[in-house]
Structure formats: structure tokens, C-alpha cells
């Protein structure tokens, strides 16, 4: 093979492979049914009559996802009036449902909190941090969005307002049907979710 060849093959393999890095995080969520922190059951199928479902990574005793928790409320304050359902979800192993419910009892968590006891939405959505969301088509299960609600927190770090809002942006994006670049939307801060 000559040289120009060799060149052209060795650019072309890493233009696909960081074709699929840019693009790894985009899955679908499965099929779930998953009791919350009142015991009330839900699936994704009891969600089917909505646009959306937005999912916020919870867990027990982690500072960021307890700061960020008003901002989540915010948003879906904001979204009262469309067809979107916001919920929680904890998938660390340590946080059972007791734990989990003297936390929302304590913070006023007033979200259902499902509990991810054998980690299948964390192993499908490829969780990694707590404080993370998702906005999810519960007909077409893709996940449309990956990453945190704003800007304002930080490791060490907390603005007292959010320059970028990219919960909020991102689900005006896909109401209005369009597509999220997730390219513009930075990592998630929060607590290491560990996954067995």
C-alpha cells in the first residue's frame, strides 16, 4: 500500500472513531418498572401519554445533587404547562429506599425518586455522576439529551445565578422538534455513581 494510501486510511480511522466517541452517548433507555422512594410504582410505559420524561440522577448525601435539586424544580415549574414528566432516579447501591426517603423527607424532595436497584437505567444510560439529566422520548425510548440543568455548579465552585440554561434550552429545542448538539453541552458535576 503506499504512503498517500496508508495516510488516507490512518485519517479515515480516526475521523470514524471520534465520530463515535462524539456520538457514544447516544442510547436508548429500556423498559423499566421501578418503585419510588412512597412506594408507588412506575414504567416507562405509564409515561406513554407524555411528549417527555426528564431524568435527574439522585443520591443520598451528595452535596451537588442536593444544591441542584432547586434548580430541577425550577425548570419543571417553567414546564408546567407542557406534556413533560419530571422524575429522579438513584442507582447507588448503598441508598435503599429508607435512606432514600428520609433524604427527600429532609430536603423536600417533592419528585418521585426510583429506585435503580440492580442499575439497569444507569448500565443503559451509561450513568456516571449524580446531578446528571436526561430528557427521554418515552414512545421512541431514544434518550435526546445528556448533561447537567445550568452552569451554576462547580466543584468547589457555585455561581449565584446560571449564565447557561441547558436543561431549559435543550427541552424548548425538542418540543419545538428539533435536535440537541450535544457537542455544546459541557460534563455533569456531581458525585461518582459507582456501577457494579
Not at 105 to 125: S, W, Y
Request: charged share 25%; net charge negative; glycine share 6%.
Amino acid at each position: 500500500m503506499s504512503r498517500a494510501a496508508l495516510l488516507i486510511s490512518a485519517l479515515t480511522a480516526c475521523i470514524f472513531s471520534g465520530s463515535i466517541a462524539a456520538n457514544d452517548w447516544l442510547r436508548s433507555i429500556p423498559d423499566f418498572e421501578l418503585s419510588d422512594q412512597n412506594g408507588i410504582t412506575h414504567s416507562l410505559e405509564s409515561f406513554s401519554d407524555r411528549d417527555f420524561i426528564v431524568l435527574y440522577v439522585q443520591g443520598v448525601g451528595c452535596p451537588i445533587a442536593r444544591i441542584a435539586t432547586p434548580s430541577y424544580r425550577d425548570v419543571r415549574a417553567e414546564f408546567s404547562e407542557k406534556n413533560v414528566e419530571f422524575l429522579m432516579f438513584n442507582s447507588n447501591i448503598q441508598d435503599n429506599p429508607a435512606r432514600i426517603a428520609k433524604e427527600a423527607k429532609e430536603f423536600k424532595i417533592d419528585f418521585p425518586i426510583l429506585k435503580d436497584t440492580n442499575q439497569e437505567l444507569a448500565k443503559a444510560l451509561g450513568v456516571e455522576r449524580t446531578a446528571e439529566v436526561f430528557i427521554v422520548n418515552p414512545t421512541t425510548k431514544d434518550v435526546l439529551y445528556r448533561g447537567p440543568i445550568n452552569d451554576q455548579l462547580g466543584y468547589e465552585t457555585q455561581r449565584n445565578h446560571a449564565n447557561s440554561h441547558f436543561l431549559k434550552d435543550s427541552l424548548n429545542t425538542v418540543l419545538e422538534g428539533g435536535i440537541v448538539n450535544i457537542e455544546d453541552i459541557p460534563d455533569s458535576k456531581g458525585c461518582l455513581v459507582a456501577i457494579f
